[in-house]
């Protein structure tokens, strides 16, 4: 697939409607081929060929493969942010139990999918070395996010005395995703959910040796 400008063809613009769907079933075979495969293995007529559009099409909506790609990680990055807020935002539920539901619906969802789909965003930064300079400001955004996000839980739990006082809730939220992340990568290498059940039960079990008495 070329990264460079490709000019659009000619020809009856489409619907409304049609645009809509089509640059909708284009991003959501995006997310599903990123996750399977990464980037840089995707070719632009198999990735067409998935979803039924021609060629002209996609560059009616995208102006190259990076403004492509990009999209993908927009729309990747929203829908995991909604699930990061299901679980880390229910008050209703012990902070650290909240990670651990996190987990659980995570290693289910790989499950699902035979443990053939992983993380669009660690996907990419695996390859990064061949990737665009524009994607690694975009997937260190998003990490940073996620800390950010995980940083908070850890804040409740160290306000109710769950983890230890000097707990460092920043530092253990950047160690979490470095470390879930690559268990993310041997689930999808062995096909099987133990890699993520075995660090989450570790990363929890760490953090409670520390609480207070």
Same mark, same amino acid.
């Given at each position: 697939?070329?990264?460079?400008?490709?000019?659009?063809?000619?020809?009856?613009?489409?619907?409304?409607?049609?645009?809509?769907?089509?640059?909708?079933?284009?991003?959501?075979?995006?997310?599903?081929?990123?996750?399977?495969?990464?980037?840089?293995?995707?070719?632009?007529?198999?990735l067409l060929g998935s979803v039924g559009v021609p060629?002209?099409?996609?560059?009616?909506? /995208? +102006?190259?493969? &990076?403004?492509?790609?990009?999209? =993908?990680?927009? %729309?990747?990055? *929203?829908?995991?942010?909604?699930?990061? @807020?299901?679980?880390?935002?229910?008050?209703?539920?012990?902070?650290?139990?909240?990670?651990?539901?996190?987990?659980?619906?995570?290693?289910?969802?790989?499950?699902?999918?035979?443990?053939?789909?992983?993380?669009?965003?660690?996907?990419?930064?695996?390859?990064?070395?061949?990737?665009?300079?524009?994607?690694?400001?975009?997937?260190?955004?998003? /990490? +940073?996010?996620? &800390?950010?996000?995980?940083?908070? =839980?850890?804040? %409740?739990?160290? *306000?109710?005395?769950?983890?230890?006082? @000097?707990?460092?809730?920043?530092?253990?939220?950047?160690?979490?995703?470095?470390?879930?992340?690559?268990?993310?990568?041997?689930?999808?290498?062995?096909?099987?959910?133990?890699?993520?059940?075995?660090?989450?039960?570790?990363?929890?079990?760490?953090?409670?040796?520390?609480?207070?008495?």
């Amino acid at each position: 697939m070329d990264s460079g400008q490709v000019k659009r063809r000619r020809g009856r613009p489409p619907k409304s409607g049609e645009i809509g769907a089509t640059r909708e079933a284009l991003i959501r075979a995006g997310v599903v081929a990123f996750a399977e495969r990464g980037y840089s293995s995707i070719g632009l007529e198999e990735l067409l060929g998935s979803v039924g559009v021609p060629k002209g099409s996609f560059y009616y909506h /995208f +102006a190259s493969k &990076e403004a492509f790609g990009l999209e =993908v990680i927009e %729309a990747y990055t *929203a829908y995991f942010t909604r699930k990061l @807020d299901v679980w880390f935002s229910d008050d209703s539920v012990l902070p650290l139990e909240r990670i651990r539901n996190f987990a659980e619906d995570a290693q289910a969802g790989m499950a699902r999918y035979d443990y053939n789909r992983g993380c669009v965003i660690g996907n990419l930064a695996q390859e990064m070395g061949a990737l665009p300079d524009t994607f690694r400001e975009r997937l260190t955004e998003v /990490f +940073a996010d996620w &800390e950010r996000r995980l940083s908070s =839980v850890l804040s %409740a739990a160290l *306000a109710r005395g769950d983890i230890g006082p @000097d707990s460092d809730c920043d530092e253990l939220a950047a160690f979490f995703w470095v470390g879930w992340e690559g268990a993310v990568l041997r689930a999808k290498l062995e096909r099987s959910g133990r890699p993520l059940e075995l660090f989450a039960r570790t990363f929890l079990a760490q953090l409670c040796r520390h609480q207070r008495p």
